[in-house]
């Protein structure tokens, strides 16, 4: 239905209204979905600000410089409210919310004291769960069934009831749980059957995150892939997004590491300077961590980060700078360190006739709370996508993912500044403002010949 508020849109685009509860599931009760629940929780109570949301506090300018107009992400396009969010999810430990934020140790203790009442409520379903690909996990709150599509009906179950249960009038779904082992498209994956096919056969290529992708498709709730697993690329969930003209968006969280490569990458590039190496680790204690320290969850994690600065560089454009870089990528399993990730970075570099330089970054970030705004701003953003009827691959979302997911034959952009003029724009087209590329002829002097001519 047409959408009735102050928001005016272009004719051919029609949103939703926003009225009801939107339910916001998330494959994965640990860390980062306790983060973000407790977060939003904090912000409803006046404890804290939603610091590091766009689309809570980001302003978006709208025309020429001169108008010196510009509005609130929240006040241009009609988002769900944070008081309309309802939380849900899946996991394999038994422990609710408040629970597993305390055994998480992201948040101070007395915060989520504060919110216990809240968090308590928030019940692990069991979840869809193989430890062929997660081998450093286990846990007793998994589903059984005869096969995959019947674990995958049993998600869709779980998704009707949890809206009719809470009264929602819609969902998204944001996985926050742990990276899988690379697992690269097989035949299975070919299209939307013969992926149907290999749930009903037990095919032992089709991950979890694949069987939650496709539940939700199939109930038409929008998927947005928060890890590095190879999820929303396959093409029979792209085919099955377009089918059931729903979004999907990812993949992997940009938080601290990656974040800093797509500001100073393209940097670098912009200015010209050369590259011979670039060196980057990592230390983390919490259960990302651990998980990423099995060899096949980390290969996905690696060939998540490793793409950005190939994408950036262009090693085909600029040769003479970018070729021959050394570029190493470690994660380095640390239990005391918790959920405080602490990245190094190495930059060699070298400019004007050959001359070495050297940039060095150390990070000391904290992953949980660096990712919880963006399962915020993507819930919320996907939310939108689907009243406005789009449906597919939301490239304008690549702002906030390491690896962005974008139609086949398309590069990805991975610079973060032109990922969120992207967005912005995006934005401005659901409201019917003026796009803005920056070119600024307009105030510029450019001198006529005695004809009128340039």
């Given at each position: ?15 939703g ?20 629940y407790?977060?939003?929780?904090a912000v409803l ?7 590091g ?5 980001g ?13 609130k992400?929240?006040e ?17 430990f ?10 998480a ?20 379903m ?9 081998r ?16 995958a ?27 899988e ?8 994956h ?33 998927f ?12 029979c969930?792209?085919q ?6 729903t ?6 969280f ?12 393209p940097?670098?590039?912009n ?72 990245g ?32 915020l ?24 993912f390491?690896?962005p997911?974008?139609?086949?034959g ?9 990922q969120?003029?992207?967005?912005e724009?995006?934005?401005r087209f659901?409201t ?23």
């Amino acid at each position: 239905m047409k959408r009735e508020s102050s928001h005016s849109v272009p004719d051919n685009l029609t949103i939703g209204a926003s009225d009801g509860k939107l339910a916001v599931l998330t494959p994965g009760i640990g860390a980062v979905a306790t983060t973000f629940y407790a977060g939003v929780f904090a912000v409803l109570r006046g404890l804290a600000k939603p610091i590091g949301s766009y689309t809570q506090m980001g302003q978006v300018r709208l025309g020429k410089r001169t108008e010196n107009r510009s509005k609130k992400v929240f006040e241009l396009v009609p988002l769900a409210s944070l008081d309309q969010l309802v939380f849900g999810g899946w996991d394999v430990f038994p422990d609710n919310a408040y629970e597993a934020a305390k055994h998480a140790r992201v948040l101070d203790g007395q915060l989520v004291e504060q919110l216990k009442e809240p968090l308590s409520a928030i019940e692990p379903m069991p979840a869809v769960f193989d430890r062929n690909f997660v081998r450093r996990l286990d846990g007793p709150n998994v589903k059984k069934g005869p096969n995959k599509m019947d674990l995958a009906q049993q998600l869709r179950r779980d998704i009707q009831d949890f809206i009719r249960r809470n009264g929602c009038s819609r969902a998204v779904m944001v996985w926050c749980a742990s990276t899988e082992v690379y697992t690269p498209a097989t035949a299975v994956h070919d299209s939307i059957k013969t992926f149907e096919d290999g749930l009903k056969n037990n095919d032992p290529a089709i991950s979890p995150s694949q069987i939650y992708a496709y539940a939700a498709l199939c109930e038409r709730i929008p998927f947005a892939n928060g890890s590095p697993n190879i999820t929303v690329e396959m093409p029979c969930i792209q085919q099955l997004a377009h089918e059931m003209h729903t979004p999907i968006c990812g993949s992997d969280f940009k938080t601290g590491q990656t974040l800093m490569k797509t500001v100073i990458a393209p940097g670098l590039r912009n200015r010209l300077l050369g590259v011979a190496g670039w060196y980057s680790t990592n230390i983390l204690g919490n259960r990302d961590g651990e998980v990423l320290d099995d060899p096949g969850s980390f290969k996905s994690k690696e060939v998540s980060k490793r793409g950005v600065l190939n994408d950036i560089f262009s090693a085909d454009k600029y040769p003479d700078l970018y070729k021959d870089i050394h570029h190493v990528v470690r994660i380095n399993y640390y239990p005391p360190r918790g959920d405080n990730k602490e990245g190094w970075d190495n930059i060699d570099i070298f400019g004007w006739l050959g001359y070495p330089m050297q940039i060095k970054i150390n990070f000391l970030c904290r992953d949980s709370i660096l990712a919880a705004p963006i399962v915020l701003d993507l819930a919320l953003f996907m939310d939108l996508c689907k009243r406005a009827k789009m449906r597919g691959i939301q490239e304008w979302l690549s702002f906030y993912f390491k690896a962005p997911v974008t139609n086949p034959g398309l590069a990805p952009e991975h610079d973060l500044s032109v990922q969120l003029l992207k967005l912005e724009n995006t934005l401005r087209f659901f409201t019917n403002e003026e796009l803005i590329n920056h070119l600024g002829l307009t105030y510029y002097g450019i001198d006529e010949g005695p004809d009128g001519s340039r």
